[in-house]
């Protein structure tokens, strides 16, 4: 660690694990309400229990993501960060504010939030993904201005690199596009149509320039290699990015009420969507290859270059199984959008947050260079445990969805929605299985922080 | 040389995404001018209105479908009217949870009569909006 001021991170990184951890128990309640449907009802409902599991997965990356700019600008700026003190006041703020919305959802039932939140001043709950109450919106929205005064503050004070640059602007994108959260017409269609203004243009947009802009880093710290080398691979990832994903949104315009050109015009564009995902792959083996450096921090090494190969399974394969409109008029909303949506959100956010920890808790944590042998071969097994179960979560919601697809939506008698899930529950119980291997991944995850007596010893 | 590839790769960047944003909001444009014919916006009543609103302040999408999109624990309703009809749908919210063991449950609502009419014409001017002869069939 170079500056002082980056160790405001390692707060930022040490709620991330926490809420990871509550995504994941919440996920595994959810699974068990699969198979066994009066699982904890009336105590937490599934509309409940989803809403924690999501709402938790995006907190905890919202914090990776700030945490590792808190890490990576005052790095490439060579300067301190701006105002530690802000980014301690805005992480406290976050933190209270995404824990009370938490404990909203499980301590009364949903349509009493809404109600003693105010939601009929400003009607923005009841959304998928933003079930927020609108104060909390509002909250995140101040949050994310602070926090981009700050890191923008450092950037413009300091040297201007094309990784902080490209991260600032998927940062000011994220906040701009969940804007969009606020527009909640009575017009259901003009609802679904801007809805999709934050989800998809913030993973398949935005998003992706934080992640190339992180791997980016992670590439240069542990190989070496020129950082022109790098930013030019790094301009044409995110190039590639949004021109493919900004007209890929159509791929969910096909079946909203939308005009139907949508079904050329997305299925074109979002099949090109898997482009960027396989260049990253590329671009992170062919780094690692041509390194100049043999750097200790294996563990982190085996992490971005997992990021790289998981999100293009689960973005790019898994996203092109479904994306084009005659496809995806059998698979619309059924368990194949479920198995994308793990694999994707795993192998590109996850899994790009959990790189930059292991990259940067090491150092935030006062050690030299990186973590000693035993802790790592721990964050391995870990690295393995959870991506292997992710795998199987996947692979057991296609077959799911498959037959759920050819049961409900294909077959010459038609099955009802509630006989197709009882003739498929089989998977959905090894999906749990390979949730509960997921969950002993992230434990043996979080005991890798704490070995004893572990110094790294340069050889 | 290398000076060179670096420039145009961050010029293909600001020059490509900022191209494909503004054909994304042509295309939006386009979209919005012909949306009234599809979504039958005329049809949206008051009634209509206030059963979104219930819709949403009961979190019905985190368990069900509409349109295809929202969770996948329980059935489709953008096209439960025709799949069910109004009475079906309201003696249904109304005998939640059924209790069987075992079986997923749906939470009971206290929804008024007045509230499940409201809710039984949102799904009804949902179904009809013309959305490209999705679902495939009416099992959703
Ligand atoms: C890391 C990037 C990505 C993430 C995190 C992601 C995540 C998701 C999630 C969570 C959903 C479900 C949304 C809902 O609840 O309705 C979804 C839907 C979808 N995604 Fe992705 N996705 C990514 C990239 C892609 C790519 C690259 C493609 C295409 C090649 C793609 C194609 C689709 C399609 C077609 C749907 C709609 C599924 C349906 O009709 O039900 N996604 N994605
Ligand atoms: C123990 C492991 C997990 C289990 C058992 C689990 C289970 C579930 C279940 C049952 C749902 C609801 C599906 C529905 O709507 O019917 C869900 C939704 C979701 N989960 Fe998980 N989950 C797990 C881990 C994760 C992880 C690690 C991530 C992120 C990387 C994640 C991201 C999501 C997302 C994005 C959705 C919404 C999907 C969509 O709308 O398509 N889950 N999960
Ligand atoms: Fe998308």
Not at chain 1, 46 to 75: C, T
Not at chain 1, 426 to 455: A, M, P, Q, T
Not at chain 2, 9 to 21: A, D, E, I, Q, V
Not at chain 2, 64 to 86: D, K, Q, S
Request: glycine share 10%; with cysteine.
């Amino acid at each position: 660690m170079n500056y002082s001021s980056q160790s405001v991170a390692k707060l930022y990184f040490i709620a991330a694990i926490g809420l990871f951890v509550g995504q994941i128990l919440f996920g595994l309640i959810l699974g068990t309400q699969y198979v066994i449907g009066d699982f904890l009802f009336p105590a937490i409902p599934f509309n409940v229990a989803r809403m924690v599991h999501s709402n938790l997965l995006i907190v905890w990356l919202l914090f990776g993501f700030m945490g590792s700019a808190y890490f990576l600008v005052p790095e490439e700026a060579e300067r301190e960060l701006y105002s530690p003190l802000l980014a301690k006041i805005l992480f406290w703020v976050f933190l209270v504010a995404g824990a009370l919305t938490i404990v909203g959802y499980l301590s009364v039932p949903y349509a009493t939030l809404t109600k003693i939140t105010g939601d009929d001043l400003l009607p923005t709950m009841g959304r998928e993904f933003l079930e927020q109450p609108t104060i909390t919106k509002i909250g995140i929205v101040i949050v994310a201005l602070g926090f981009l005064f700050n890191i923008g503050m450092t950037i413009l004070k300091g040297r201007k690199t094309s990784i902080s640059l490209v991260l600032l602007t998927g940062l000011v994108g994220l906040a701009v596009f969940f804007l969009f959260s606020f527009y909640n017409p009575e017009n259901l269609v003009l609802d679904k149509y801007f809805w999709w203004w934050v989800v998809h243009l913030w993973v398949e947009g935005v998003w992706e320039l934080i992640l190339g802009a992180i791997l980016a880093f992670i590439l240069i710290k542990l190989t070496g290699v020129d950082r022109e080398v790098i930013d030019k691979w790094l301009y044409v990832i995110i190039a590639m990015s949004l021109i493919t994903g900004l007209i890929g949104t159509g791929h969910h315009f096909y079946w909203i009420g939308t005009p139907e050109y949508w079904q050329i015009w997305g299925s074109v564009f979002s099949a090109l969507e898997p482009i960027p995902f396989f260049m990253m792959a590329v671009f992170a083996f062919n780094m690692v290859n041509k390194r100049r450096r043999e750097h200790p921090n294996e563990v982190a090494t085996l992490w971005a270059l997992g990021t790289s190969i998981m999100s293009f399974l689960g973005a790019g394969v898994w996203g092109f199984l479904h994306t084009l409109a005659p496809v995806n008029y059998y698979t619309h909303g059924t368990q194949i959008t479920a198995a994308h949506g793990h694999m994707a959100f795993y192998g590109a956010y996850v899994m790009i947050v959990l790189s930059m920890i292991s990259y940067a808790m090491p150092l935030l944590r006062g050690k030299a260079i990186c973590n000693g042998r035993k802790s790592q071969t721990l964050e391995k097994w870990a690295f393995w445990l959870m991506t292997i179960s992710m795998v199987f979560i996947t692979l057991f919601l296609t077959g799911a969805g498959i037959l759920q697809v050819w049961l409900q939506r294909i077959a010459e008698t038609p099955m009802s929605f509630m006989e197709t899930q009882d003739q498929i529950a089989i998977f959905y119980w090894l999906r749990l299985i390979s949730g509960l291997f997921f969950l002993v991944g992230l434990v043996v995850y979080i005991k890798s922080f704490f070995v004893k007596n572990d110094e790294f010893v340069p050889t | 040389m290398s000076r060179f590839t670096q420039n145009s790769s961050r010029n293909l960047f600001y020059g490509g995404s900022l191209f494909f944003f503004f054909v994304l909001i042509g295309l939006t444009f386009d979209t919005m001018g012909g949306l009234s014919k599809r979504d039958h916006r005329e049809n949206i009543t008051p009634q209509v209105a206030h059963g979104k609103r219930i819709w949403e302040a009961n979190n019905c999408v985190g368990c069900h479908t509409i349109m295809g999109e929202g969770a996948y624990f329980a059935p489709e309703l953008g096209n439960v009217y025709a799949r069910r009809g109004p009475d079906f749908i309201k003696g249904w919210i109304q005998s939640q949870p059924t209790g069987v063991k075992g079986r997923r449950q749906m939470p009971q609502f206290h929804l008024t009569e007045e509230e499940l009419d409201a809710i039984v014409a949102f799904l009804k001017w949902t179904g009809e909006i013309n959305n490209a002869k999705w679902p495939p069939n009416v099992e959703g």
